[in-house]
Every structure is written in C-alpha cells, then in structure tokens.
C-alpha cells in the first residue's frame, strides 16, 4: 500500500487517497493511524550513530593542557622518580574522567532541551482538524500547510493556495518554489526534486500561501533523510569563549614555559644538579597549569542553558549565553510578546454609523452585542449581520470546543460572529481563491460563490487595516444603500479608526463587493489584546539595567502608542517612527534616528532588518523578537534573534538563537539575567584557578631563586590544584548571583 515520494507525484491525489486508503474531507480514523504508527513506526530522524563511549574518553586527553602533564609523567618516569609518575598519571586519570563525566551530562541535558520546541503539525483525524506532534504522523494523514508552516513530512498536495515553498535547505534553490496540486506526467524528471511541484517535502518551510495534502513518506523513508544526516555530521563550533579559554590556555603555558626555563638556566647557572633542576620544573609545569579550567567553562555554560530552559528560554547555541549579557537594546514585536494576543471584539462600528459594544473573551460565544442608542435597532442589526459575515467568510481559522486553531486576530472575528448567533456563516459560501494576509499588504481577501443563491456570482469579501482596505473601495454601506465613497467620507472613516485605535485596539476594516478594485465599505471591528501582566515592570528593570527597550509593530500608531504608554515605553522623550517614514531616510538619517525611536509602527519585516542594521551600526547589540514568517531574516542578523515558542512560525524559530517557550516578554529579562550571572560567574572562578596557579608558581620560583629547598613537589601542587581548586571553582560557576551584579549596565562586548 505505501508510495514512494516521487511515485505519489505521478498519481493523482484522488489515486494517491485511493491507495493509502484515506477519505481526504475526514481523514485517517486514530485507531488506523494508531496502527499504522505501530507497524511503519514514528515520523522521525534518527540520530546519528554516536561516537563509541570509549572515544569520547579517549578525546579528553587530547587537550593539550593535560598532553603538557602526560610529558610531566614521562619525564618523572626517566628521572626514575616512579612515586611522582604514579601521583600525576592518577591525577590526569581522574581530571580526565570528571571532565568525560561532566561533559556527558551536559551533551545528554542539552540533547534533551532540543525535545522541548517539538515540531507540531496540523491534522486533519476522524473530521477534527488537531494540532498534535509531528513524529505522530504515518502516511495517509491529511496535513494542512499553512504559512510559516514547516513541512511535517513528504506530503502530497491535493490543495496549493498561493502555496510557495522554500526548499533551500534541500535542494539549494535560494528562491521558494511554487507549489501546484496536478500530477506529473513524465516519470524521468521525477528524480529532481524541483520538478516535483505537487510535492511538499519534509523540512522545508512554507513561504506563503496555505495548501492540504496527503502525507505519503514518513521520517527515514522521507526525501529529507538524507540530507539530515548529513546535516547531523556537522560539528558544533565552539563557543567563544571556549575559544577565549584555549588563547589563555596557550598563553599560560608558553609563560610557564619560559618562567620554567628561566629558573632551569639560573639553577644551571647555580651548578644544580640537572636531575632536581627537572624534578622542579616539573613541579612549575603542574603548578601554572589550571587543569580543571576548560571544563568548568563548559560544564558552566551547559548548566546555565538548562537553567534558562527550566525559565522557559531555550537558547539554542551556547555562545548566545554570552552574548545575552551583552545586549543594550531589544526591539520587540507588540502583539503576543508585549501583549497576550488574546484578541477579542470589543466594537463594532458600521459604515453608516451603528455602533455596538460586544462582551465576552476567548474564542466562544459568551458574550453579548450591545447596540449603542440608535434610531432605527433593526437596520443597525442587519449592517452588523453583514459586517460580521464579512469577518467570518474572510477567514481562515476555526474555534473547537472553545480553543482556537489559527490567527487570534481572526479567531477573534469569528467570536464575535457566533455572539451574534452566526455560526456556520462561513459554510454558505464556496471559497475559490483567497489572496492571503501578508504584513506587507496588511489585509486578506477571498473570492466566494454562495451555495445556495442561484445566480453563481463572485462575491470578494476583504478584511484589513483600514488605510489598505480604502484605495479598494469605491462605495460604502449606509442603510441597505451602496453610495459613492467621497474623500470626506474617508477622513471620517480614518478618523473613526484612529479614535478606536487610540484606545488600544486594534482595527479592522471590512468590506466587499464584486471586485477587488470596487469594493464597498462596511465598516470596522476593534479588537482589544490587553499587555501582558509583569510587562511593565520587566521594561522598567531593563531600562535600570542599561536595556533600551523598543516597540516594533505592524499596528497602527495610535494603538501602538496606547499600548505603548500601558507598559510604560517613553514616547513623550522618543519619537515614533512609521515603516513609510523609514522608506524616505536613507541608511545615514535613520542611524542619525533610530537611537530616539521607541515605537516603530505599520512596519514590515523588512523595515525590522533595517532597524536591526541601523542599531547596530550605531553600536549596539541587538536582540530582536519575532513570530512571522518573514521576520527570519532580521532576527538572523540581530546579536540575539528571539522567536516565539507558541506563536512563532518554524521559520523564525529556525533562525532565531534563542526561543521564548511562553511567548513571554518577561522571560527575556530572566534569559539576560542568567547570561550576565554565567559571566560573572566564570570570570570569578578563572580569576580563583588564576591566583592559585600564580601562588603556586611564584612560591616554587622564588625558593628557587633563593637557593631553597623545593618547598612543594610536583605531587603535593597537583593535588592542590585538584582536590583545592576544582570543586571550588565548579561552585563558583554555579552561584547564584548578587542582584547588584543584574543591575549592571550590558557588558561591553570587546572586553
Ligand atoms: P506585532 O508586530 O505587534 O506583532 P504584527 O507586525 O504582527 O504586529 P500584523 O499582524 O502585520 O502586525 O498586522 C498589521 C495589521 O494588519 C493589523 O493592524 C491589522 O489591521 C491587519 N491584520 C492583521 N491580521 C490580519 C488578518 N488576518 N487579516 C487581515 N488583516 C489583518
């Protein structure tokens, strides 16, 4: 019964449906899929065979440090002085097995912080759309693909909406592929992978658009396999400050080296015999060099990151610990970040002037619409029936049991519409072409037939912020009347907006009509997402700690201003900037800007990567949140890209360093609280090992120098240096930190 990936490309998706035994309009029922996991297995890569246990170990003496003290042994074993091999062989014995031990603990902790963002997909079992774990899926399930989306495994499409596809991480091809659901004909071309359009492979990411299809290869058997192993054989760099630990290693043994030559040429010159000469500088070798020290940095930092996930921040490669105690301005994202994006209609406003006030929150329909005093009750119902269709046809999320699949924004309107007792509006109309909401356009339209009317005329039904909504209309509603739509009208309107707006809400426009260029106007929804609790403080504790913070938002001004002065964001000392004032400014006039903007509105994702640049020129460290789609490439550039774990799309999630589980904004104070505190914690110990390392090496050199007898030998430095300093040191990584320490301004990244 099960296809190959590139045979389901040449069969029709009804063919394909046909042989994997599933209805596509209910999908795979949970028993058969239940089974069918049992017997094919979970959709999932396995990782690589891992190096042998014994290797690893055997890795650990490659570190040149421990090399240095092996050539100590050695040379203890030429002077026949067996009691000082055997100490320094049980001493590099056990630093090498803590080291193996506490490195293994932490690859294990950290392989399992990567199971915390599980990939997710959406479902479609038994008639109920689910979102549930990717590895969950078998062939035969029908998966919906929505933007933003990556592919859960090799899927067939049976529906391509405006669907394109990067493949980049695939195939090379840097621009996303177009996808289309019609079979391919000619079986020779099916082995390039750009040929298969009807085809969404695993682990690529959706770009735009939304599609359906029919999972056909699952985990190993999918076309993705392959490449993922390949990408598991990559190494993870090191860190820098790993890289920091091997300079200084390098550098502490050269300057012992010399010191140890020094004293060796004076002692010579002294007439010593040649033999205790040795036996000292061996003694010197052992005391300069910090045994312990480059695991402590690592075991440090590895705890540090699963001390961040246990705060909800999963950082996803060691250096960002570093780098978070370096960040000076965070740029973030209003809705679902700064704000709960809970997002629920609070009123309606129609184009003739009916007004309401809705009640109620979540996504049900508990709550009430409440016109406000009007003469005529009845015409004021059925504009907001019509306004409230609108918002429910031009849409493309549903509400189950109370709980929302998709867009608040749209679960939202769909509220509001089942408060007003319209519940399957959506199912009286055919959808056949939907031009998807983009942050650029910043509203969505579809193209509708009603089902049961018998003239077969397209209707579009249109739904955005209010300035892109009116260049498309031509008319609006007053009464059960469609009348020119004046420039007057239109101040009216934006001016009817910007006072809802100005309360913190924000604005949807609606409209529809036969075409896209002539729409009529309906009127507008505001929807109330209030800020999250601790927002304020967690902005008032980084702005005492030298962070900037800065509001980046594709919302209107005044509501990204009311929420803006909610959380306590200056915009009486800043400016504010709008991603169309950006467009005018050259490279040098925004840098001139930026640093005195706190609120960046109606802007676009790529307003945020100018923004980005534009910081970082100016000097700063960047740490930049984001969900959409498109913010990928501007939280890649920020020092810190921070996506969200909820909300955000996989897209950003890939790019980001750094994944908010919550979504929440507070978590990324802890995250900078923990990278400050790991760095002041490691420069504490580095300076402990240091100083006894200094003590040690000073004390031998000195009574050399003065003709003394050795005071401590090369054993007796060892085991302090082991049995002293280690444990010490590893408690010092793992302090808590002084609240002071917190307080202090981001540190200067060049020292
Ligand atoms: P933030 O940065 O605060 O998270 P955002 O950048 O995600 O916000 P967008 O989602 O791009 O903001 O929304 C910008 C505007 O687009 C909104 O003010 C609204 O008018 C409109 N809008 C948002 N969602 C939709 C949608 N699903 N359909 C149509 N228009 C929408």
Same mark, same amino acid.
């Given at each position: 019964?099960?296809?190959?990936? #590139? ?48 290797? !690893? &170990? ?45 490195? $293994? ?14 990939? %997710? ?54 621009? +996303? ?8 004909? #000619? ?47 990559? %190494? ?26 020094? @004293? ?54 060691? +250096? ?14 209003? *809705? ?5 994006? %809970? ?5 309606? /406003? ?81 959808? /056949?072409?939907? $031009? ?45 009347? *469609?009348? +020119?739509?004046?420039?007057?009208? %239109? ?29 009529? &106007? ?82 676009? +994702? ?11 020129? *100016? ?16 939280? !890649? ?70 003709? @003394? ?17 280690? =444990? =010490?040191?590893? #408690? ?17 990244? /060049?020292?």
């Amino acid at each position: 019964m099960l296809l190959t990936t #590139s045979e389901s490309s040449t069969y029709s998706a009804s063919e394909v449906a046909g042989r994997l035994q599933v209805d596509i309009r209910t999908g795979l029922k949970w028993t058969e899929a239940k089974y069918r996991s049992k017997i094919i297995g979970h959709n999932e890569l396995n990782v690589n065979e891992e190096e042998p246990t014994w290797k !690893k &170990y055997i890795e650990q003496f490659k570190n040149p440090l421990i090399l240095l003290l092996l050539g100590s042994a050695l040379v203890s074993v030429i002077m026949k002085q067996y009691d000082d091999a055997v100490s320094i062989t049980i001493a590099i014995i056990i630093v090498v097995t803590v080291a193996f031990i506490q490195e $293994y603990r932490s690859e294990k902790s950290l392989e399992e912080l990567k199971k915390l963002v599980p990939p %997710e997909c959406h479902c479609l079992r038994e008639g109920q759309l689910d979102t549930f774990l990717a590895r969950e899926l078998v062939p035969g399930d029908v998966v919906y693909l929505n933007v933003g989306d990556r592919v859960p495994a090799d899927v067939r499409l049976f529906e391509a909406i405006d669907l394109s596809i990067d493949e980049s991480s695939f195939t090379g091809e840097t621009e +996303p592929g177009r996808k289309s659901t019609e079979l391919i004909l #000619s079986s020779a071309t099916n082995k390039d992978h750009t040929n298969m359009k009807n085809v969404a492979f695993m682990g690529t990411l959706v770009r735009c658009g939304n599609g359906k299809g029919i999972v056909v290869s699952t985990g190993e058997r999918s076309e993705f396999g392959e490449v993922f192993k390949m990408m598991q054989a990559e %190494e993870a760099p090191k860190t820098p400050l790993q890289k920091s630990m091997d300079i200084l290693g390098a550098q502490l043994s050269f300057y012992s080296f010399l010191i140890i030559g020094v @004293i060796m040429l004076l002692g010579w010159l002294q007439g010593k015999p040649l033999t205790e000469m040795f036996n000292i500088s061996v003694s010197l070798a052992v005391a300069a060099i910090p045994e312990g020290l480059p695991i402590v940095v690592t075991v440090t930092l590895a705890l540090g990151v699963m001390r961040m996930a246990k705060r909800n921040a999963i950082v996803k490669k060691l +250096p960002t610990v570093e780098t978070l105690g370096c960040v000076n301005v965070i740029c973030s994202d209003k *809705t679902g970040t700064l704000t709960k994006n %809970e997002m629920t209609a609070t009123i309606i /406003i129609t184009s003739d002037g009916y007004m309401a006030d809705v009640t109620g929150a979540g996504y049900n329909d508990q709550g009430e619409i409440h016109i406000r005093n009007c003469n005529n009750v009845e015409m004021a119902k059925s504009n907001i029936t019509n306004l409230l269709e609108i918002g429910a046809v031009c849409n493309n999320a549903y509400i189950q049991n109370g709980t929302l699949l998709g867009q608040p924004t749209e679960g939202a309107l769909i509220a509001v519409a089942m408060k007003n007792g319209m519940y399957a509006t959506a199912e009286n109309y055919v959808r /056949i072409q939907e $031009y998807p909401f983009s942050s650029e356009q910043k509203m969505m339209a579809v193209k509708c037939i009603h089902k049961y009317n018998n003239n077969k005329e397209e209707i579009f039904f249109a739904k955005g912020a209010l300035e892109m909504l009116l260049p498309q209309c031509t008319k609006y509603m007053f009464g059960t009347q *469609t009348v +020119p739509l004046t420039k007057q009208n %239109e101040a009216e309107f934006l001016a009817e907006a910007y006072e809802i707006g100005r309360k913190g809400l924000r604005v949807l426009a609606l409209a529809k009509g036969r075409s896209l260029q002539d729409l009529i &106007y309906c009127g507008l929804v505001g929807i109330t997402d209030p800020p999250r609790p601790l927002v304020r403080e967690s902005i008032e504790m980084l702005m005492q700690s030298g962070v900037r913070v800065k509001m980046v938002t594709g919302d209107a001004q005044e509501t990204a201003m009311a929420i803006a002065n909610l959380i306590g964001i200056d915009t009486i000392h800043q400016q504010t900037l709008s991603g169309q004032e950006m467009d005018q400014l050259n490279e040098h006039q925004l840098d001139k800007v930026a640093n005195n903007v706190s609120v960046f509105y109606r802007v676009t +994702p790529r307003h945020k990567l100018a923004i980005v640049k534009s910081l970082q020129r *100016t000097g700063n460290i960047v740490g930049m949140t984001g969900d959409g789609v498109n913010d990928g490439v501007a939280l !890649k550039k920020a020092d810190i890209g921070i996506a969200m774990g909820k909300n955000g799309t996989d897209v950003c999630k890939e790019a980001a360093d750094m994944i908010l589980v919550n979504d929440d904004f507070h978590t990324i104070i802890a995250a900078i609280e923990e990278g400050k505190a790991i760095f002041y914690n490691i420069r504490n110990f580095v300076r402990f090992q240091l100083s006894t390392s200094i003590a040690a090496l000073s004390l031998i050199a000195l009574a050399t120098l003065m003709g @003394i007898a050795n005071p401590l030998n090369a054993m007796q430095i060892l085991w302090i240096n082991i049995i002293m300093d280690g =444990p =010490p040191a590893q #408690s010092l990584g793992v302090e808590p930190v002084d609240h002071d320490v917190l307080k202090q301004k981001p540190r200067n990244i /060049i020292s």
